[in-house]
């Protein structure tokens, strides 16, 4: 699946924006190699970009969700979590069996979907909420 950063990724608030403009970079990049078929030499480096994304985007989307109680916390730490899971799956295959054709297919299959579906509904409605209680903080302040 073709992935490209537009402004219907843009949800508002710049750190969390600038961290999927990341991801989804990454992603494009990954996808234009496996056209041109030298996916397996990113793969791997690829597999550790994921894998630390996972570790500090979602402490980040925590740390919001967490300050400004965000009622749907516990679906946004099942879905990350799901990820995460994908995610580490992937470096220890890569590790195991070395790259190949499907744990790449995997990569711009499976996890390009969840970022786009992801981003567009779950984060979406998150930093919503973020910035409705942003704006009404700085009203008291
Ligand atoms: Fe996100
Ligand atoms: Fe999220």
Known sequence: MALAWDETFVLGIDEIDQQH???VE????FSDAVQEGSANQLLLEMADFLYN???THFATEERYMQRYSYPRIDEQRQEHADFTRDASELKTRLQDEGASRELAAALTGKMVRWVIQHVRNHDRDMVAYVRECMT??????
């Not at 990454?26 to 990049?29: G, L, Y």
């Not at 009404?136 to 302040?141: A, D, T």
């Open 21 to 23: 403009r990341s991801i």
């Open 136 to 141: 009404r903080e700085q009203g008291e302040s």
């Open 26 to 29: 990454h992603f494009s990049r």
């Open 53 to 55: 994304y996972a570790q």
